[in-house]
């Protein structure tokens, strides 16, 4: 029988740790790492850009839409609505990239979009535009919420109130809704219109490239963050 030493145990133990402290120390080769970064970036690249194709491939759009024209006549260059068109915003870290989005408060699609779109607004500035797309409650809840001296939180009860059973959303009167009300909730239907909307929900994105995305409510988490320049490649 082969008899091994406590001290011939800890003298092997000793030089094993060293052989592999030395390894570890030993600098990775300029190239090998900058290979390295370069696949992960390329990867990275290619697995945003199919995202953001297969986003484009859920929207239906008229033939004669463009992005940039719908986005403008929305928001001017200030950030503020235009062609007295009125919105909803929410507070977060200032120079936001910002997305125009218009939802009908009457669309479950437009409420689950919305629901995704609270965990996102400290980085994307939203300016969501309630249409009366769907009929006269939508058109009353919309006007409700634009008359709200808060209109985050009526936004906010609408989303929550609409997704209970039995329940279409936030309560209105229709003879306390004011004319300036009803004129905004009016002009944010006309103007999506006139600039060849045909379905809610609905928006655009000025992205980090300059380029204007079109999306509506998407499949999954992953798709969403790809759209707003917010995620990196698994």
């Given at each position: 029988?082969?008899?091994?030493?406590?001290?011939?145990?800890?003298?092997?133990?000793?030089?094993?740790?060293?052989?592999?402290?030395?390894?570890?120390?030993?600098?990775?080769?300029?190239?090998?790492r900058y290979q390295a970064e370069r696949a992960t970036a390329n990867a990275r690249a290619r697995?945003?850009?199919?995202?953001?194709?297969?986003?484009?491939?859920?929207?239906?759009?008229?033939?004669?839409?463009?992005?940039?024209?719908?986005?403008?006549?929305?928001?001017?260059?200030?950030?503020?609505?235009?062609?007295?068109?009125?919105?909803?915003t929410y507070p977060g870290d200032p120079g936001r990239r910002m997305a125009f989005v218009a939802i009908d408060t009457q669309d479950p699609n437009s409420i689950t979009m919305l629901r995704t779109f609270k965990k996102l607004s400290h980085l994307i500035d939203f300016h969501i535009f309630?249409?009366?797309?769907?009929g006269p409650v939508s058109e009353f809840q919309g006007a409700t919420i634009l008359g709200a001296p808060n209109r985050a939180l009526a936004m906010d009860d609408q989303i929550t109130l609409f997704s209970q059973k039995g329940s279409n959303g936030i309560e209105y009167d229709v003879s306390r809704i004011s004319e300036d009300s009803e004129r905004k909730i009016w002009a944010n239907t006309n103007l999506f219109r006139a600039t060849r909307g045909v379905d809610v929900p609905f928006g655009v994105y000025l992205g980090m490239d300059g380029g204007y995305r079109p999306f509506n409510n998407q499949p999954d988490w992953d798709h969403y963050l790809a759209l707003f320049d917010l995620v990196k490649a698994k």
């Amino acid at each position: 029988m082969i008899e091994i030493s406590r001290r011939k145990l800890l003298a092997a133990g000793a030089a094993g740790a060293a052989a592999a402290g030395a390894a570890e120390a030993l600098p990775t080769r300029p190239w090998i790492r900058y290979q390295a970064e370069r696949a992960t970036a390329n990867a990275r690249a290619r697995w945003r850009a199919d995202m953001i194709r297969e986003t484009y491939r859920m929207v239906w759009v008229a033939p004669d839409w463009n992005a940039k024209e719908m986005f403008e006549a929305f928001i001017g260059p200030d950030g503020i609505p235009t062609h007295g068109a009125a919105c909803v915003t929410y507070p977060g870290d200032p120079g936001r990239r910002m997305a125009f989005v218009a939802i009908d408060t009457q669309d479950p699609n437009s409420i689950t979009m919305l629901r995704t779109f609270k965990k996102l607004s400290h980085l994307i500035d939203f300016h969501i535009f309630p249409l009366a797309f769907l009929g006269p409650v939508s058109e009353f809840q919309g006007a409700t919420i634009l008359g709200a001296p808060n209109r985050a939180l009526a936004m906010d009860d609408q989303i929550t109130l609409f997704s209970q059973k039995g329940s279409n959303g936030i309560e209105y009167d229709v003879s306390r809704i004011s004319e300036d009300s009803e004129r905004k909730i009016w002009a944010n239907t006309n103007l999506f219109r006139a600039t060849r909307g045909v379905d809610v929900p609905f928006g655009v994105y000025l992205g980090m490239d300059g380029g204007y995305r079109p999306f509506n409510n998407q499949p999954d988490w992953d798709h969403y963050l790809a759209l707003f320049d917010l995620v990196k490649a698994k």
